[in-house]
DNA sequence: TTGTACGCGTTATCAC
DNA sequence: GTGATAACGCGTACAA
């Protein structure tokens, strides 16, 4: 804090008016001052450089207009461009985030979620750790939540109930995926899921497997790997799903099927030919690729949007829909083979 | 913020004592006061779930334990990196981050400082837009930095002068790709600069010029192309120097080398039987892209603890480094040919 | 239309 | 060792 800030009653003084008057002026509430007034006011505040003390008019009001984003990691390239549009937009309604990874650990979720109460944060955007979503830890959380009481919604992962949440429609997003590759003519499809405690993956997983049996066609057991949503874990699993001869390897995230990529070519299969590959997420880097991946891009303008109008409706106690879902869009570029 | 928060006044009711005792016991001053008191606070505490509340502490106290972070955008790896590892440096010392993207734009940073000055965060992290570095624009920042009388710090981008600062030594990175083309045989340079405004641009070149000259070698002017640093930039470039007959094309960041590897392969150019390429900042990426990108590595975990330590020297006023300069790593990859 | 007085939750100063 | 009391800068009834 600089060491001497200019007050309002310096303003007020300088303008020969009284501090109520000058408040209401900066507050818009001069309807009833008049012009004369207002300018006198305007202009003090020019000469005297004034600058509105937040902190002590968030002591009053009750609101810091701060709303507290606690994600996995922001170097994750789906999460960053969620909070970079995100912060554009909360800004724009006189709101800033303060940021905090928690490195998938439920330790800094229940840290930074007692952390961001004392700041006294107006709201909370989660995406909280993979751990934290995991069933048996769910009681930590939510008992947390609500002692602080802090209003808050989930984003991306959430807790089965009626807490607000948004997300992507991620059973339909694996329909499609999995109509596309029958329709190209693959029987034999692999998957690697992300870790099964978050929707995500269970869904996805889920939108395959329903699509699969009203084609008739099985997912055996073993054609599904459960990993996590990284290159290490792609390359592991085409490892495993090589051996089964499988025609197309769906995995749950762009970054898991880089990883794919990767081992295949490190092994010699031609992809498209020998192995289709599919991705999650349209990441920058799927354009690049060789071959280009076919992927389900994730809408992320529009979730940042709908993030923002949730969390401020939350924080204002207005009504809202309490679980958004939005739709994904697939992306067909040239890692699928079409076998018929 | 919550309807009712418990106060620190609750607390001194309930465990029989006065208001000075028990935030003397929270603020670690407790050393005159006997053991018993000090239990009494801390169950009292306890029972009530009381948390101190920041906003009021910030006021009293003038500090906000807040960091201003302003960056172009955090979607952009090398940022967001940096960002994550600042954050959880700075958590540690008990300090929380306000982040802020300028998309790029100069009018964004000069409100963002405003704002930031408005919210009394201790210090600001700047990493400004182009458009700010530009030396006709340098008075607008520097003034508005001058009478919100912040401290602040620069990073990766600067303006001449004694502002202290944190970057990668680009002029030492240049000459180290220099080095290394000249030693693989390489005399044809072509170079895809970003913004001359930014010195890592500035220096990255002066590196490369002065190593070439030092070995006789001309780097004409039309061999070199002044672009962004983005994959468009990239592709441009590659067009323009493919007809200069290069035998290596050096792009300043990794971005504009995927870029330049798009337009090679569309183009029937192989890397780096026909040409070769040099990124830097070593981008995840670099380790999937075909070839395996050379590149310059910026050490972005160190560079986050730098800052760390600059901004909360700066922030207590404390001695310290005005200019720290990072040295880098060259990676050798696969997408250099050795001529000779 | 404008001014007075009080409270927001804390910490700091000075008595006791 | 502990406890009143006064700030910190601002918003807002209430009074004038």
Request: aromatic share 6%; net charge neutral; with cysteine.
């Given at each position: 804090?600089?060491?001497?800030?200019?007050?309002?009653?310096?303003?007020?003084?300088?303008?020969g008016?009284?501090?109520?008057?000058?408040?209401?002026?900066?507050?818009?509430?001069?309807?009833?001052?008049?012009?004369?007034?207002?300018?006198?006011v305007?202009?003090?505040?020019?000469?005297?450089?004034?600058?509105?003390?937040?902190?002590?008019?968030?002591?009053?009001?009750?609101?810091?207009?701060?709303?507290?984003?606690?994600?996995?990691?922001?170097?994750?390239?789906?999460?960053?461009?969620m909070?970079?549009?995100?912060?554009?937009?909360?800004?724009?309604?006189?709101?800033?985030?303060?940021?905090?990874?928690s490195?998938?650990?439920?330790?800094?979720?229940?840290?930074?979620?007692?952390?961001?109460?004392?700041?006294?944060?107006?709201?909370?955007?989660?995406?909280?750790?993979?751990?934290?979503?995991?069933?048996?830890?769910?009681?930590?959380?939510?008992?947390?939540?609500?002692?602080?009481?802090?209003?808050?919604?989930?984003?991306?992962?959430y807790?089965?109930?009626?807490?607000?949440?948004?997300?992507?429609?991620?059973?339909?997003?694996?329909?499609?995926?999995?109509?596309?590759?029958?329709?190209?003519?693959?029987?034999?499809?692999?998957?690697?899921?992300?870790?099964?405690?978050?929707?995500?993956?269970?869904?996805?997983?889920?939108?395959?497997?329903?699509?699969?049996?009203?084609?008739?066609?099985?997912?055996?057991?073993?054609?599904?790997?459960?990993?996590?949503?990284?290159?290490?874990?792609?390359?592991?699993?085409?490892?495993?799903?090589?051996?089964?001869?499988?025609s197309?390897?769906?995995?749950?995230?762009d970054?898991?099927?880089?990883?794919?990529i990767?081992?295949?070519?490190?092994?010699?299969?031609?992809?498209?030919?020998?192995?289709?590959?599919?991705?999650?997420?349209?990441d920058l880097?799927?354009?690049?690729?060789?071959?280009?991946?076919?992927t389900?891009?994730?809408?992320?303008?529009?979730?940042?949007?709908?993030?923002?109008?949730?969390?401020?409706?939350?924080?204002d106690?207005?009504?809202?829909?309490?679980?958004?879902?939005?739709?994904?869009?697939?992306?067909?570029?040239?890692s699928?083979?079409?076998l018929?």
């Open positions: 804090m600089p060491k001497r800030a200019v007050t309002i009653k310096e303003v007020a003084e300088r303008a008016l009284s501090v109520t008057t000058v408040s209401l002026v900066f507050n818009g509430k001069a309807d009833n001052i008049p012009y004369a007034t207002r300018q006198k305007e202009q003090a505040a020019a000469e005297l450089n004034y600058q509105p003390n937040y902190t002590a008019r968030s002591l009053v009001t009750g609101k810091t207009h701060t709303i507290g984003v606690i994600i996995p990691d922001i170097s994750n390239n789906f999460f960053s461009g909070v970079r549009h995100l912060q554009t937009e909360l800004n724009k309604h006189g709101y800033d985030i303060i940021l905090c990874n490195e998938e650990q439920m330790a800094n979720d229940l840290r930074y979620i007692r952390w961001l109460a004392g700041r006294k944060v107006d709201g909370l955007v989660l995406i909280l750790s993979a751990e934290s979503m995991e069933e048996e830890n769910r009681e930590k959380i939510t008992s947390l939540l609500k002692e602080t009481e802090i209003p808050h919604i989930f984003v991306d992962r807790y089965h109930g009626d807490a607000p949440r948004v997300s992507v429609d991620n059973e339909w997003s694996g329909r499609q995926v999995a109509e596309m590759l029958i329709a190209a003519g693959h029987k034999n499809i692999g998957v690697i899921t992300g870790p099964m405690c978050l929707n995500s993956s269970i869904n996805r997983l889920k939108g395959v497997t329903s699509v699969l049996s009203e084609h008739g066609i099985d997912l055996p057991k073993e054609n599904i790997v459960y990993g996590k949503y990284n290159m290490i874990s792609g390359k592991e699993g085409a490892a495993v799903l090589l051996k089964r001869n499988v197309v390897i769906f995995a749950f995230n970054m898991q099927a880089y990883g794919v990767s081992y295949l070519k490190e092994n010699g299969v031609k992809i498209p030919e020998d192995v289709s590959v599919v991705g999650f997420d349209d880097f799927s354009t690049i690729v060789e071959p280009k991946l076919t389900v891009k994730q809408p992320i303008m529009q979730l940042s949007h709908e993030i923002c109008d949730m969390i401020l409706a939350v924080v106690g207005k009504e809202h829909e309490r679980h958004v879902k939005l739709a994904t869009q697939l992306i067909l570029r040239d699928v083979r079409k018929i």
